[in-house]
């Protein structure tokens, strides 16, 4: 099933442990020079990284590189809880989901696969597949 491939790349690393996921964590310095992480606020009650619409994966994968919609994005590491067990003990942080993988080429936030946004939205209620879900926060470069 391609949705748990990402999951699993990232599951294995640690921080520190290899270059990649360096590249995909999200920090942005705030005023204190302190590194704020970046949320994902995850209406897809289905997933099994699901909990109280807060995403716990240990890695988000949104993809979908030539989107010129939001629709036409998806999150890849969507697990359909029905499937799976809860996912909401994230073994590599200390809480939410800190790691997100952004391959949407076409979208504003996009830069060199990471996504400058501080926190972004994934809709998809109770989808059966990750291909029924979207970043909601895409927004098509002008």
């Known amino acids: 099933m391609p949705s ?21 964590w ?14 994902i606020n995850c209406e897809v009650s289905s997933c099994s990284h699901n909990k109280s619409f807060v995403c716990y994966a240990n890695c988000v994968d949104i993809v979908g590189s030539s989107a010129k919609e939001e629709r036409s994005t998806c999150c890849g590491s969507f697990l359909n809880n029905l499937l799976y067990s809860e996912l909401t003990n994230n073994v590599l942080s200390t809480g939410s989901c800190d790691c997100l993988k952004c391959t949407v080429e076409t979208c504003t936030y996009h830069s060199n696969n990471l996504c400058t946004l501080d926190n972004i939205q994934v809709n998809g209620g109770n989808a059966e597949y990750y291909t029924h879900t979207a970043c909601a926060s895409f927004k098509l470069k002008s």
Do not use: D, E, Q, S
């Open 26 to 39: 999200i920090g942005i310095l705030n005023k204190k020079g302190g590194l704020k992480v970046a949320k």
């Open 4 to 24: 748990t491939i990402p999951f699993m790349k990232c599951a294995r690393m640690k921080p520190g442990m290899a270059v990649p996921l360096k590249a995909y």
